[in-house]
């Protein structure tokens, strides 16, 4: 079980950053939480990430659309650069 442990905590985080960011107005620095969640993406095994990248992809993006009002720059392309590694 513990080899599913660290996909769970990197599908936890990222379905939290979305919800977090779903219709907001303001909200406190994400830097390290998308940070965090690059590194956990970063770190899977390449068949975890084949696996999972289409719907990865699918989060990432309408968690920029419902951030774009909100996001900083510097977080936006951060996720917009994760959003293209998944292209590779």
């Known amino acids: 079980m513990?080899?599913?442990?660290?996909?769970?905590?990197?599908?936890?985080k990222t379905g939290a950053l979305?919800?977090?960011l779903y219709e907001?107005?303001?909200?406190?620095?994400?830097?390290?939480?998308?940070?965090?969640i690059d590194a956990m993406y970063r770190s899977l095994?390449?068949?975890?990430?084949?696996?999972i990248k289409e719907e990865f992809g699918v989060v990432l993006r309408r968690t920029i659309?419902?951030?774009?009002?909100?996001?900083?720059?510097e977080i936006k392309t951060k996720l917009n650069n994760l959003v293209?590694?998944?292209q590779e």
């Open 45 to 51: 095994p390449d068949g975890v990430k084949d696996d």
């Open 65 to 73: 659309t419902y951030g774009a009002k909100v996001l900083e720059e």
């Open 24 to 36: 907001r107005e303001k909200l406190e620095p994400l830097d390290n939480w998308v940070a965090n």
């Open 2 to 12: 513990a080899k599913y442990d660290i996909i769970f905590k990197f599908a936890a």
């Open 84 to 86: 293209l590694a998944l």
């Open 18 to 20: 979305e919800g977090y």
